[in-house]
C-alpha cells in the first residue's frame, strides 16, 4: 500500500487500532474536508501491535488541539509537515484544561444541553466545571 507525500500537513502516528476514526472526529475531519485524507488502521507496530496512522493534507494542527487527541489515543505522536519534510514531532499529553470537547458523565449536568463542556485536570482525573463531579477520561469521551 502506498500512500503519497504531502507538502503540508499532519500525521498522527501510534493511534490504538480501531481509534482513527474517534481522532478525525476530534480533529474535525469530516466528509466535507475538502484535502486527501490517509486513514490506515490495523497496521503491525513493533511497539503496540498493531496500530492506526491519520494523515491530512492541508492541515497543521496546534499542540492544543492535538493534545485533546490523549484523550482516545494517549500514545499517539503528532508530525507536522511543511514543505514535504517534518518540521515538528511530539507525543500528546492529557491537556491540563479541557472545553468544548466531550459530556460530562453526570446526566443531569448543565453542560450536557445548555452549556460549553469545561473541564479542568484535578489528580489524573477531570472535574467538571459546572456540576464538581471528578470522573476517569475514559468516561468523559
Do not use: W
Amino acid at each position: 500500500m502506498q500512500v503519497d507525500n504531502i507538502e503540508i500537513g499532519t500525521v498522527v502516528d501510534h493511534i490504538k487500532a480501531g481509534q482513527a476514526p474517534k481522532v478525525m472526529r476530534l480533529l474535525g475531519i469530516g466528509d466535507e474536508y475538502p484535502h486527501r485524507v490517509a486513514v490506515v488502521m490495523h497496521v503491525p507496530s513493533k511497539k503496540m501491535k498493531t496500530k492506526d496512522i491519520v494523515k491530512i493534507e492541508g492541515k497543521v494542527v496546534s499542540k492544543e488541539r492535538a493534545n485533546i487527541l490523549a484523550l482516545v489515543a494517549p500514545e499517539a505522536s503528532v508530525n507536522i509537515i511543511k514543505n514535504g519534510k517534518v518540521e515538528e514531532k511530539y507525543r500528546v499529553k492529557l491537556p491540563e484544561k479541557i472545553e468544548g470537547v466531550g459530556k460530562c458523565p453526570n446526566p443531569k449536568c448543565i453542560s450536557n444541553t445548555d452549556a460549553r463542556p469545561k473541564f479542568e485536570m484535578e489528580k489524573k482525573q477531570y472535574r467538571c466545571y459546572y456540576c464538581e463531579r471528578i470522573f476517569k477520561t475514559e468516561e468523559l469521551v
